[in-house]
């Protein structure tokens, strides 16, 4: 008999030009043989306060690689744009070629650290509800100073080019607010609370699109599970110690461990569901398939099915019954055209939400849409009109348990803020 190779894969060999780069944990190398590409290499070093304490951890590199790449799939998965394109080995990844905007984009739910020096009075623990933004001045030398939207704006910094004004400093606003959410509620699932965390955006060579960048690990952040400090994970456990001792020092790693084997767990879902449109009539068929297009966009399976609740109601329950029976949760979407008995028959017989979405037609579509609107007492089945609206609020009942839902909710949110503000500059531009 004869036995086949095993199939094995080789890792993309790269060819790395010279170094673009180095910070206090990472260098940046140039891709020759992909333009407007980088390598972004993690270092096992340690260090606070501006490397004014710097220890090498072996195994850092690993831990901090992997902790940015989860973090990133799961933003890039919501649908927030970033740099990042690729793991490549297990220290390094491979980013969009960016000039960085020199500020440190600092979020914070809960005060605690160098909030309450700049802010006596204010007692550890304060949640901040909205989110509370800050601006720091990336400048070692003099210990990152505050800044104010004022100072970044007068400064005018030119990246790429591309002038950073309003509409990019508003967008940086605005996008950091949706990473940090996005990253609470997934956090929310560990039973770890996000307190704050610092970002970077840069600008992207190729595009001049203003892009989350940089890296977002366990130097990034204050993580307290359970919501008590005294667990944290972070870095400021080695921020707070008194001596650096070996044992400390696997400690240490031990924590960063914990944060990148857990932040690997934020790309599952852990929670199922569906959406089942039942039509009518097969003439629906170019509606309901908008419906299916725009649940997959949320990442939720969606099925069709034909059936009448004037001419089949038998039939109409069977299926009712036949999604109630194996435990998953399910929004019915009703399209059904002139007299609407499909949804209420489907409302009055099932603890599921149930949605209206009927088909319009130039002609009766006024006087058909009645009978989806006039419900009978005792039913609570919703109209939406639009196939991709109702596509939206069954994403929106499944984000109140599958956080994966959640964020691509959220990050939709953002894009189309963004998209509008874009637009906006485009029209004042065009306007002088």
């Known amino acids: 008999m004869l036995l086949k190779k095993p199939h094995t894969t080789k890792k993309l060999q790269l060819k790395i030009g010279k170094k673009l780069n180095e910070g206090k944990t990472k260098q940046i190398f140039e891709l020759l043989d992909q333009p407007g590409l980088v390598l972004v290499q993690s270092k096992d070093q340690i260090t606070a306060g501006n490397a004014a304490r710097k220890d090498q951890m072996e195994g850092k590199a690993a831990i901090a690689n992997k902790t940015t790449s989860c973090v990133f799939k799961l933003l890039q998965e919501s649908g927030i ?13 491979i980013a969009a070629q960016c000039e960085m905007i020199p500020i440190e984009w600092v979020c914070r739910r809960v005060a605690t650290g160098s909030f ?3 802010n006596p009075g204010v007692k550890e623990g304060y949640r901040f509800t909205p989110l509370k933004m800050e601006m720091f001045f990336k400048d070692d030398a003099n210990n990152d100073p505050q800044w104010s939207e004022e100072q970044v704006l007068e400064t005018k910094f030119s990246l790429a080019g591309l002038t950073i004004g309003q509409c990019e400093v508003d967008i940086m606003n605005r996008s ?3 990473i940090f959410e996005i990253l609470e509620k997934a956090w929310a699932t560990q039973n770890c609370t996000l ?3 610092k970002i970077e955006f840069g600008v992207n060579v190729k595009t001049q699109e203003v892009v989350l960048a940089d890296v977002i690990d366990n130097d990034s952040w204050r993580l307290w599970p359970s919501g008590d400090r005294s667990q944290q994970k972070d870095k400021q456990v080695y921020r707070d110690l008194k001596e650096v001792t070996p ?3 696997q400690m240490v790693k031990r924590n960063f461990e914990w944060v990148s084997e857990r932040v690997e767990l934020l790309l599952h879902s852990r929670a199922s569901g569906r959406v089942v449109v039942l039509m009518g009539s097969t003439s629906d068929m170019a509606h309901c398939e908008k419906i299916r297009k725009a649940c997959s966009s949320f990442g939720i399976p969606c099925v069709l099915r034909v059936t009448s609740a004037h001419k089949g109601p038998d039939e109409t329950l069977r299926i009712k019954a036949e999604y109630e029976g194996d435990g998953i949760p399910t929004v019915f979407v009703a399209v059904a055209g002139r007299s609407n008995g499909l949804g209420p028959v489907m409302s009055g017989n099932t603890a599921y939400p149930v949605i209206n979405c009927p088909p319009l037609t130039p002609d009766w579509g006024a006087q058909d849409v009645w009978s989806s609107l006039r419900m009978p007492s005792g039913l609570g089945c919703s109209t939406i009109l639009s196939p991709e609206a109702a596509a939206q609020f069954a994403a929106q009942v499944f984000g109140l348990t599958d956080h994966q839902v959640w964020c691509k909710l959220r990050a939709s949110m953002l894009n189309t803020w963004v998209s509008l503000k874009l637009a906006d500059k485009k029209l004042q531009a065009c306007s002088l």
């Open 195 to 197: 307190v704050d965390m």
């Open 176 to 178: 950091t607010v949706a």
């Open 116 to 118: 309450l020096k700049r």
């Open 247 to 249: 044992e400390a020092m």
């Open 81 to 93: 744009k970033t740099a990042f394109v690729k793991q490549h080995s297990d220290t390094a990844f």
